[in-house]
């Protein structure tokens, strides 16, 4: 079964901060997404990374896919409060659906 | 274009009592995905149609829950009978293509408690 371990679970920084979160896997992924969501809403499509060593950004967000396909990692830099939530990956290998992460839970303090 | 479209926003049932669960994907969509959010368990994917053909549900806990998608505009997850661990929030996505850069459109979700 495939797993995706989010780190770290928790994370409350304060504005202009900036983060790392994390997504790991002993699975090869052919792609890999990010999604945020916020509370009462299903989960947004950030970015979709495919290649080993991909990155990739938008705005204050940077995604980066792992050499080996295996993790990946949201770097955020000088955090707002807009972009509290719950970051999510999601990995497929190849088939046409994709298993979500565990989750990783953003509070950030104006 | 409305989005995924799900009913009803909340649902509150009695344990053994059936609930139906709808969904609206966004048109030529030809993927539906159905899953199942809770805190212990993250984002659980319990089955996926492809123009309107149920691939693979192995997701899908036990046989009291059923998946159908009659056309290409409509699809429904029924729980008979319904259990109080069936407590969740069940979101329906659907997607052009998967595998490449489209990613799922999720619906609203449907915040289903059985007591």
């Known amino acids: 079964t495939q797993l995706l371990e989010q780190s770290p679970q928790f994370l409350s920084i304060q504005e202009g901060e900036n983060l790392t979160v994390y997504c790991n896997s002993s699975?090869?992924?052919?792609?890999l997404q990010w999604y945020r969501q916020e509370p009462g809403e299903g989960p947004v499509l950030l970015v979709t990374v495919v290649t080993g060593g991909e990155v990739k950004k938008l705005k204050r967000l940077t995604f980066q896919f792992g050499d080996a396909r295996k993790d990946s990692s949201l770097h955020i830099t000088a955090a707002q409060p807009g972009d509290t939530g719950l970051y999510l990956c999601?990995?497929?290998?190849?088939?046409?659906?994709?298993?979500f992460g565990t989750g990783t839970r953003l509070k950030v303090l104006a | 274009d409305a989005g995924v479209i799900q009913s009803p926003r909340h649902e509150v049932t009695e344990m053994g009592q059936e609930v139906t669960l709808r969904c609206k994907p966004i048109?030529?969509?030809?993927?539906l995905f159905w899953y199942r959010q809770t805190m212990m368990r993250g984002l659980e994917l319990l089955i996926y149609f492809n123009n309107n053909v149920p691939i693979d549900d192995s997701g899908m806990p036990e046989d009291r829950f059923s998946a159908k998608m009659p056309n290409a505009s409509f699809s429904t997850l029924k729980i008979q009978p319904s259990e109080p661990r069936d407590s969740a929030v069940y979101f329906c996505a659907s997607s052009p293509l998967v595998g490449t850069e489209y990613g799922y459109t999720f619906g609203s979700g449907t915040r289903l408690t059985v007591v």
């Open positions: 699975s090869v992924f052919s792609s």
């Open positions: 999601a990995g497929s290998s190849g088939t046409y659906k994709y298993i």
């Open positions: 048109s030529g969509h030809d993927y």
